[in-house]
């Protein structure tokens, strides 16, 4: 049972690139959503999913899309990357929703130079 | 959106001794309150949780606790053991409608001294 899978685990963009973060989860869970660690600032909402074909802002949603075709994937787009989104990124998936009961993959470490 | 400040930053215990974080929030509606242990290299693990309408909840070494008139909760574990060492994040939900986001404290780094 592998839970939640994000690739890659590292990754390193120029400024204006763009790329996808993806992330899996093989437990059936309705919700997912995408969180941004930063030191000193805790974890913060990106973009969340209900089921597929549902998608909704979070706290911090600017430079960031999302979509949801299948139960299983999440995947995170960033347009135009932006030395701003130096973080650690984490998907998360959920039974319930409300953002109750989170289960975390182990994160992807993205620096834009 | 919801202030949650955590408390303290870092934490040092000798093993076997009890460990004690607090977080404090601003939406006095706010229904439900989670802690997540988080592992070097690894992504946030929940360990307890807890909805408004209940004043403490145990599993084990772990409980948490609840003052909804002063605003505060507290994660509490006794008698440590060194893999209790990790960062441990409270985080609040609020009560609006549609309220998916949960507000996350900054975080306390907990270390055990064997």
Same mark, same amino acid.
């Given at each position: 049972?592998?839970?939640? $899978?994000?690739?890659?685990?590292f990754q390193v963009l120029?400024?204006?690139?763009?790329?996808?973060?993806?992330?899996?989860?093989?437990?059936?869970?309705?919700?997912?959503?995408?969180?941004?660690?930063?030191?000193?600032?805790?974890?913060?909402?990106?973009?969340?999913?209900?089921?597929?074909?549902? $998608?909704?802002?979070?706290?911090?949603?600017?430079?960031?899309?999302?979509?949801?075709?299948?139960?299983?994937?999440?995947?995170?787009?960033?347009?135009?990357?932006?030395?701003?989104?130096?973080?650690?990124?984490?998907?998360?998936?959920?039974?319930?929703?409300?953002?109750e009961k989170l289960f975390?993959?182990?994160?992807?470490?993205?620096?834009?130079? | 959106?919801? /202030?949650?400040?955590?408390?303290?930053?870092?934490?040092?215990?000798?093993?076997?001794?009890?460990?004690?974080?607090? !977080?404090?929030?601003?939406?006095?509606?706010? /229904?439900?309150?989670?802690?997540?242990?988080?592992?070097?290299?690894?992504?946030?693990?929940?360990?307890?949780?807890?909805?408004? /309408?209940?004043?403490?909840?145990?599993?084990?070494?772990?409980?948490?606790?609840?003052?909804?008139?002063?605003?505060?909760?507290?994660?509490?574990?006794?008698?440590?053991?060194?893999?209790?060492?990790?960062?441990?994040? !409270?985080?609040?939900?609020?009560?609006?409608?549609?309220? /998916?986001?949960?507000?996350f404290g900054t975080g306390?780094?907990?270390?055990?001294?064997?």
């Amino acid at each position: 049972n592998a839970g939640v $899978t994000q690739t890659p685990k590292f990754q390193v963009l120029k400024t204006g690139q763009s790329m996808t973060l993806q992330c899996a989860q093989d437990m059936n869970h309705e919700y997912m959503s995408w969180y941004r660690q930063d030191p000193g600032m805790g974890l913060r909402l990106i973009h969340y999913s209900v089921g597929a074909g549902i $998608t909704d802002q979070g706290e911090v949603p600017n430079g960031y899309n999302v979509s949801r075709s299948t139960t299983e994937d999440f995947p995170l787009r960033l347009l135009s990357a932006a030395p701003s989104q130096t973080s650690v990124y984490f998907c998360a998936s959920s039974p319930g929703g409300w953002g109750e009961k989170l289960f975390f993959g182990s994160g992807t470490q993205l620096s834009v130079l | 959106g919801e /202030n949650v400040e955590q408390h303290p930053s870092t934490l040092s215990v000798q093993e076997g001794d009890s460990a004690v974080i607090k !977080c404090t929030y601003s939406d006095s509606a706010s /229904n439900y309150f989670p802690w997540y242990k988080q592992e070097l290299g690894k992504g946030p693990q929940l360990i307890i949780d807890i909805r408004s /309408n209940v004043g403490e909840k145990k599993d084990q070494r772990i409980a948490v606790t609840l003052n909804k008139t002063a605003k505060h909760f507290s994660l509490h574990i006794t008698e440590t053991q060194p893999e209790d060492s990790a960062v441990y994040f !409270c985080a609040v939900r609020p009560a609006q409608t549609g309220a /998916n986001n949960l507000f996350f404290g900054t975080g306390t780094r907990l270390t055990v001294i064997p």
